[in-house]
């Protein structure tokens, strides 16, 4: 682990626990499948509390395949810092993004949906910097929407050595263009800054598409 | 299910004893070990047919234990079981021989379903 900088460091130990994670949930899996299986050999009448019991071993298989999800997406982004630089579709990597920042708009009552391309997205970057631009611009909206917006990401293909990423938002809120000085030294600037780093240029418009994202790609696609 | 032979390999030993039960279940012959050196020794007593081997164990790993299995003994079939953003190391199990590999948790009929088919395949497709 010589030369680990910080955001490997983090990514490694985080993979690292995902594994575990996994092993923990195939082992809750296993034993409730294990009681399934105990309860069908079971007569009917033998056991008063049989479909009760069914009902709840199916909600533990619910909440299993739940902790597989964010156990997946939190993998895969944890191995974000293995390649500073990689090819990867932006359409997997929004979506990921926004299957992890789905706390962030619950706890503020909003609804974040990510609407892919309609076709792959390549796109050679610096996954993690795009990764933190586009959280900034999700991070950003979720501050200035009202409870009850909905809010979507959408990436599109520009059609050159370009691809941008639109925010919208449906529900009351503030336009970006009339953001309070607070909201803009804290969230506003810091993604412009976010985004200048990676030559990448941020636009504020008119609802319903309020922020636009426009990446260039690197070469090597 | 009657007559399959099957042989449990990983370090997690709850997971494998509990699934190593529900194969029994539904009349497996189902051992289970939670070492790759236990597991070669297992081998070597009980001739199963078909090995499920986790591919992350602490001392011999499992591509090794996969390695040493197909070395030995070609006709049984080996299924890896990988973790998270491992398919790289099913790949390579395939490359070495493995008959294919399932991702923790896994789902047991489709467990069930691989072992069907490496059996098939270990008795020329007569099983």
């Known amino acids: 682990m010589n030369n680990l900088s910080e955001t490997s460091f983090m990514g490694k130990i985080t993979a690292s626990v995902t594994h575990e994670m996994k092993n923990v949930l195939a082992i809750i899996r296993e034993s409730a ?3 399934e299986d105990l309860l069908s050999l079971a007569k009917d009448d033998s056991f008063p509390a049989r479909e009760k019991f069914l009902k709840i071993i199916s909600r533990i298989g619910d909440q299993v395949t739940r902790g597989v999800d964010l156990a997946n997406a939190l993998n895969q982004f944890a ?19 926004v299957f992890l920042c789905q706390r962030f708009a619950l706890s503020k009552r909003l609804t974040l949906k990510h ?7 390549l796109f050679r970057c610096e ?3 795009v990764q933190m631009t586009i959280f900034r611009g999700i991070d950003l909206l979720l501050n200035v929407a009202d409870p009850g917006a909905i809010l979507t990401i959408r990436p599109t293909d ?13 529900g009351n809120g503030i336009e970006l263009r009339n953001i309070p000085e607070t909201v803009k030294e804290s969230l506003w600037d810091p993604l412009v800054a976010c985004a200048e780093s990676l030559n990448a240029k941020v636009e504020a418009g008119s609802r319903p598409i309020c922020l636009r994202i426009v990446f260039t790609r690197h070469g090597d696609q | 299910m009657e007559g399959w032979k099957v042989l449990l390999v990983d370090d997690e030993k709850e997971f494998v004893s509990t699934l190593a039960e529900r194969l029994r279940l539904r009349g497996i012959q189902a051992d289970e070990t939670g070492s790759g050196e236990e597991a070669l020794r297992l081998i070597a007593l009980t001739a199963p047919q078909v090995v499920v081997l986790d591919v992350m164990m602490p001392g011999m790993g499992g591509l090794e234990v996969l390695q040493r299995v197909k070395s030995t003994y070609p006709n049984i079939e080996v ?3 990988t973790g998270i953003g491992s398919t790289k190391d099913g790949m390579e199990g395939m490359r ?6 399932l991702m923790k948790p896994l789902q047991i009929e489709e467990l069930i379903e691989k072992i069907k088919a490496a059996i098939e395949k270990a008795a020329g497709g007569n099983a």
């Not at chain 1, 974000?80 to 993004?97: E, K």
């Not at chain 2, 070495?96 to 590999?101: H, M, R, V, W």
Request: hydrophobic letters at 45%.
């Open chain 1, 33 to 35: 499948g294990l009681m």
């Open chain 1, 79 to 97: 191995h974000g810092p293995d390649q500073p630089f990689a090819t990867v579709d932006m359409n997997r990597l929004i979506d990921q993004l």
């Open chain 1, 115 to 121: 609407v892919a391309h309609d076709r792959p997205l």
């Open chain 1, 127 to 129: 996954v993690l910097k």
């Open chain 1, 158 to 170: 520009r059609g050159d050595d370009k691809v941008s990423v639109e925010f919208s938002y449906e």
């Open chain 2, 79 to 81: 299924i890896l079981l």
């Open chain 2, 96 to 101: 070495l021989g493995a008959f294919d590999f």
